[in-house]
Every structure is written in structure tokens, then in C-alpha cells.
């Protein structure tokens, strides 16, 4: 199993970021997946998950109404746009799959801040 995040950096509060997490080594159509984030001194937190076909979405009530999960079973990516983007969301993104144990990748650096 590997995961591979890309599209974090540095943007201004209120701007927009697209994650992508692109999947490999099992069958991506069949599993949900996962956005989690850490902040520097805080636990792991999740942000937002999303069912094999996409119809079911969750999100942690700190980013209702901001961000969107959602996939593309035929790229095996999982992505997750953020938008209005406050300082508070600066923190490591990672995607996650859970397959008997839970898989991670390298995750990705959000930084919000003026």
C-alpha cells in the first residue's frame, strides 16, 4: 500500500488549496479513505472521509461547509479542497486508508498565515 499527498503550501487566509492523494498497491474503488491533519504539538485529527463510490461524505465539524473530499476511482486519487483557509487549518495533511491496519503517507504541509 502506498500514499502519496501533493498540494499543500503557503496561502493567505481565506484562500483555497487542493490536496491530492494519489493510491497504489491495492483496490482503491473498494476502500474508503480518510484526510487527517496534525498540527505541530497536537494530536492527529480527522477531517474528513469518504465512502468506495463517493456518495457518502463526512467531515469534522471544524470544516463543514469549507472543505470538499471526494475521488476519482478511475485515477485512484483522493482529494480534498479547501477553501476559506484559516490560520488554525496549518498543519500536516495526510491521507489514509484502512486495510486491516491503518496505512499512511508522507502528507503534505498546509500553512496558513498573512
Known sequence: VQLAESGGGLVQPGGSL??????????????????????????????AAISTSGGIRNYADYVKGRFTISRDNAKNTVYLQMDRLKPEDTAVYYCSVLINQHFWGQGTQVTVSS
Open 18 to 47: 487542493r490536496l491530492s492523494c494519489k493510491a497504489s498497491g491495492f483496490t482503491f474503488s473498494t476502500y474508503g479513505m480518510r484526510w487527517y491533519r496534525q498540527a505541530p504539538g497536537k494530536e492527529r485529527e480527522l477531517v
